[in-house]
């Protein structure tokens, strides 16, 4: 039994769900996601909530039930509230600015790195270096989020670099310049 999967996903005002079949759109105030859902997963709409039930036994459909109820839970707040990652850029001289839909990295190479943010991801740049990546789908934020952050990782040294804000850099000691053997 799936302890994820027996909870319900409360719907909060203003979102509606469309189930047919293995198809689920959901939408909300902020835009319309859909996904097609595993066969072995059945899901209700009861009163102002989803109810996942599993087609059969097994501990694979165990797993499906509750990976199908996060990923639709992560859909209903997705259109209501929406997500965001934010990366710090950290490093002298390091720089980030957003034009539309493209995102330029001054991050110690020779050249500006222009990243193209995908369709339905926004990105702002504050004062601080700091990028915010929003948008509704969680996964597609995530995935953007850690694609710009492997353009230049932070490096275990002096921590330069495109890292996670609340992400913990574990910095290590220079060499010593102690004496040699003769």
Known sequence: MSRIGKSPVELP??????IQGTRIKVTGKKGTLERTVRPEIE???????????PKGGGRQV????????????????GVDKGFEKVLAVEGVGYRAAVEGSKLTLNVGYSVPVEFMLPAGIAA????????TISGIDKEQVGQTA???????????????????SDEHIVRKAGKSGGKGKK
């Open 13 to 18: 005002g203003g979102v509606k769900v469309e």
């Open 124 to 131: 702002a740049v504050d004062k601080a270096n700091n990028i």
């Open 146 to 164: 850690a694609t710009i952050r492997d353009i230049r990782k932070p490096e275990p040294y002096k921590g330069k670099g495109i890292r996670y």
């Open 62 to 77: 165990s797993a499906y039930w509750g990976l199908t109820r996060t990923l639709v839970r992560n859909m209903v707040a």
């Open 43 to 53: 899901v209700e709409q009861q009163d102002n909530q989803l109810v996942f039930k």
